[in-house]
């Protein structure tokens, strides 16, 4: 060709032009890509170090992260017991400010209960006998509140309890009350505080409380080793988008046909991820979806305690985490239980608590994720609430992982092979890890040591078939004063249940709680540990009642004297009054007022029938002579022998549906202490009463000086 003739790209000049631009572009092109790539590395993990919803990569074993991995996920709440274990007891100040405001707890907008600026609220860790003092200021415009210390004795401090209506007035919006109280020498674990006002707890008013067991020097003069290289702090609850008052007015109604509100969502340590598109348009949500699920980091070489807290209102919880040892050591506190490895721990109930022993074998699987798999129990669930994910995974990152190995190839250590692992431990069949020595002492029915009740949600038509929670035909609704500081005959008979209780450090007191309800009720007793002789319910497919009353006989005239003045019929009536407590006498008096006979061959409503055969009415009951109540057995509890050998102790206890649950107390600690269903919605319902344990027959604790109450409700 020649120069000057014009080829397929023009010219010779042209075409070397064309070349200087390619190369240029080329060149360009790939400073931009580098450019870009050194970018993205550094946004990633600027994002990641910055977010909340940290992103840990799985990486491959053979390759070393291009970056360090930080030690502490977004859900980690690092405890500190070497801050705490090898000192002397002391007094800890706290100043705390309550607010409310809006928060995106799972992505979704919510108005939620802040402590100094948290959500929930600052975690407060101790030592067996320090003296905590928590100055409270309610910074709420229209809101009263009041802050219990779930599981705590309380002892000597029972107007510090926290319980509206019973210790204490709520704090008034813009007041101040200081919390002071010791904890006991012999009382450690894990516990909690909450609001003990309105509902305020389903909305964040909420916050962990630890306390660690001293460490005591060992033969060789040294303190002794921790068992745990780590501690965290996990708290899970069910969440509803809409206010826990809104909630609560839903419940409230005819409408509602005593079917508790099924939650939104659930959240651990205050975090959670929604999705958004699972939305009701009934009830639109402000919904950011959040990237990604927040997670935990562990190191696979470390032993971890887990102190797990239910805070939530109505359902229970199943925790489970792939490929580790995962066991239960202690229940609500420091109570020991016999420990049972297994791959999933439940039903961990609202107001109970679990520690976790969690560790992986030296050969753990190469694969670095694991997760935290969370599940909500839906036996209390009767409607569906397609907006919830009832069972999510939290991703579980795990570092310092060894290589994969021959031995581990297979994901399955060689050492785990030879540890026995149930797949599922049952939290309701727990022993206590030492037996009792001597064993206890079997219960007699006795009016001074043994009370029976009876729970249950009813919807009456005098009451416009709202649902209400009673025990004992006891509906709760406080008086405009504390019992703590009123006399008894000033306390409401036909709304407030409260047996006198004498005090003693020597006896126990049985109590009975059946529950006579399609769905279960965990029971929480302020003020004392107990010990669960036994926990039963029926089957669901039977149509039975399942309670047990220890003062019913097998003696057949006083079974047909039962029989027959009990009616199992609608129609048959029981006075709304029929159990109250009489300020003079120390024991539980029950007057039926109407029954009627029946034959119809339904089951007998257990309330009815145990109220009909103490009546002092009625010519049935004169039958029964000295002589026949002498040679009279017993009838032994539905669901077998009670154990007095191991029996677990707990502050909180869930008693099965149209089951019963059988509790032995010491009432060694004077005061008014509250017991209650600990689903929200229940005991927001009424579904609680009292226990008066010493004290003045008439007076109470009116008597004593409470000048704090007094003062808090004056304000």
Known sequence: MLRGDVGPYGSLRGRRRFGRML????????????????????????????????????????????APRPEIGPLDRVLHPEDHVYRKPKTHHYNWTVTSGVRRPDGVAKHVYLINNQFPGPTIEGRAGDRLEINVH??????????????????GSNHYDGAVGFTQCPIPAGGNFTYKFEVSDDQWGTFWYHSHSQTQRADGLYGGLVIHKPSHNGADGRPHKPKFDEERLVIVNDLYHRSASDVLAWYMRANSNAMEPVPDSLLVNGIGSYNCSLAMPAYPADCVQKPTMPGMIFNAQKRYRLRVVNAGSLAGITISLPESNLTAIEVDGGNKISPVPAESVGVLYPGQRVDLSLSWDKNVSHSRTSGLEIALDQDAFFYPN??????QTFPAYLTNV???????????????????????FDLSSATALHPTTPELPPLEPSIAKTMVLYATTLMLAHQNNVPMGY???TSWRSSSSPLISSPRNLWENGTQLVPFVPHSSNDFMDIVINNIDDS?????LHGFDFDVLATWGIDKSSKAWGSYNPFETIDPEVSSTATTRSSPTSTSTVSSSASTTSPSTSTLTSTSTSTSTSTSSTPT???????????????????????????????????????YHNPVRRDTVFVPRHGYAVIRLRPDNPGIW??????????????????????????AFAGEKHDVTVELCAA
């Open 674 to 699: 509250m017991l209650h269903c600990h689903l929200l919605w229940h005991q927001s319902a009424g579904m609680a009463m009292a226990l008066q344990v010493g004290g003045d027959r008439a007076m």
């Open 471 to 473: 025990i004992n035909h």
């Open 23 to 66: 190369k240029l572009l080329l060149a360009t092109t790939a400073l931009i890509l580098i450019s870009a790539s050194a970018l993205y590395a550094s946004f990633s993990w600027d994002y990641y170090s910055k977010s909340p919803w940290k992103y840990v990569p799985a990486l491959a074993p053979s390759h070393p992260p291009v």
């Open 402 to 424: 060894p290589p994969m190995t021959t031995s581990n190839a297979t994901g399955t250590s060689l050492s785990r092979r030879n540890i026995l692992t149930v797949p599922y």
């Open 605 to 643: 409503p257990p309330l009815a029938r145990a109220l009909a055969k103490r009546s002092s009415t009625g010519t049935n009951a004169k039958k029964v002579t000295k002589r026949s109540r002498s040679k009279a057995e017993h009838k032994p509890p539905p669901g077998g022998p009670l154990n």
């Open 138 to 155: 309610n910074n709420l415009t229209e809101e009263g509140l009041a802050m219990h210390w779930h599981g705590l004795h309380m002892r």
């Open 520 to 524: 279960g009720h965990p029971f929480h």
């Open 386 to 391: 397609p907006a919830l994910n009832p069972t």
